[in-house]
């Protein structure tokens, strides 16, 4: 019983991990808490669907297609609303007010084209494999490689690529960044495209581990902040190693409380957190 | 090399630097002094295109750099190392020298040996997070970060703050070596005497005015200067 919801605390966790370390990247460089990372994982997970189910995509071009596209509208996003803002020196409260009016518009957005019914992706139902008491599902551990594979994606750009430097600079200190020389809203740009293409993997992983609604990244994006705190703000290593831990706290809980209190377990994480240790796990002062 | 004519700027709407104009020519060392909140640092910020020019110009190498963004001004040639937060303090050393040359990748390897000559303290340090270390060596990151891609002209903001009177006088020779490797220099410095004392001319800055100018001889002999500004 306790291992097999280590194993859902697990598989839960690395797909917040995914959604959050774009989420932490965004606020590490431009320094605002980003309200509509949980619609566009939603998003990501419509176009899945849609060029999968609509058109008839195989599920893994669908999915290819959600991650490049997902990316393009994020660049989009950065030309059309967040550059204007940075140039005119927006405020924060004001970035976090256009993200929460982008997120709504999303959402609605895919009310309006699909539908509020829950979607699923045309995918052949398999059988859990038994491990002793537990049962992982092959859907399970396409889950884990696929968010494993991807985290050590975003390790190999922030540590080896120009690039990614890059980011880990803007986050350091943006003033030094334009001053060494970097062209930062090209690296804001690339920011983008890491954390929504990874937002859309997320989201296509999410939709397969449960369902497709039009709800579904709006009720991740207190997980994934909590994750975000939990493993220091900006850090997106903290992230990562803060979205398995509340995938496993989340999972874990319903050892003890009804399911339904998943999410106020994520809450309370995110409160204790920001009382005692604000910088995160991770974090130093 | 640098020619500021009537430069105009400030931060909000009152104005910090009220009409200056100096100038830096070929192979020199340029020193400005000056109180504290006189706008030293101001002036080197706008010239960097981070503090907005109200009015005047600013040539560079006979280009008219005014209303260049800061990038573009680093592609022309000029490095900045500012007064405070000069250094990435999460990426290693060789990570910050790289955010130096991220306008020209392709002229890393050989402005990194150039910087090694200069600093070879950095040598066996390179995969240090600069965070972790004293304040002289992140100083040398600092300007080697500005020096990698061997700039026409370097401005340095109080390169000698907060280090000690020994890795002061280390600094300074460094300074001078720079610029006898090609690259002429504009500094800001609180130790007036030193910084005039290795300089070919300087200039005195106070509330945002221009109050003395002249070779570095001159104003160190000057006794108006001496007398407010190198302590007697
Ligand atoms: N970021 C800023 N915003 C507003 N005013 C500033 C800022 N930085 C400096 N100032 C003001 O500009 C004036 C000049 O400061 P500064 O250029 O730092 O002087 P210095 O480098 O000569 O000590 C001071 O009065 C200071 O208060
Ligand atoms: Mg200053």
Redo the contacts with the bound molecule.
Sequence with gaps: MLLQLLVNGIVLGSIIALAAIGLSMVYGILKFANFAHGDFLTFGAYLAFVFNVVFGFYFILACAVSVILTAMVGVGCDYAIWRPMRMKNANRVTLIIISIGMALFIRNLIIFMWGADIKRYALPVKRGIEFGTIIITQNQIVEIVVAVACMLLVHYILKKTFIGKAMRALADDIDLAKVSGIDVDRVIRYTWVVGMALASVSGILYGLLANINPNMGWFLLLPMFAATILGGIGNPYGAMAGGIMIGLAQELSTAILPPEYKMAVAFAILIIVLLLRPQGIMGTS | MLKLIDVVSG??DVD?IKGVSIEVGKDEIVTII?P????????MKTIFGLVKLRSGKIMFRDKDISRLRTDRIVQAGMGYVP?ERNVFPSLTVLENLEMGAFIQRDRFEEGLEEVFTIFPELKNKRTQKVGTMSGGEQKMVAVGRALILMPALLLLDEPSSGLSPKLRDVLFNKIVEINELGTSLLV?EQNAKMALSVSHRGYV?ETGKKRFEGEAKRLLENEEVKRLYLGG
């Design positions: 931060y909000t910090i000056g504290n909140g006189s706008g030293k640092s101001t002036l007064q800001v800055l």
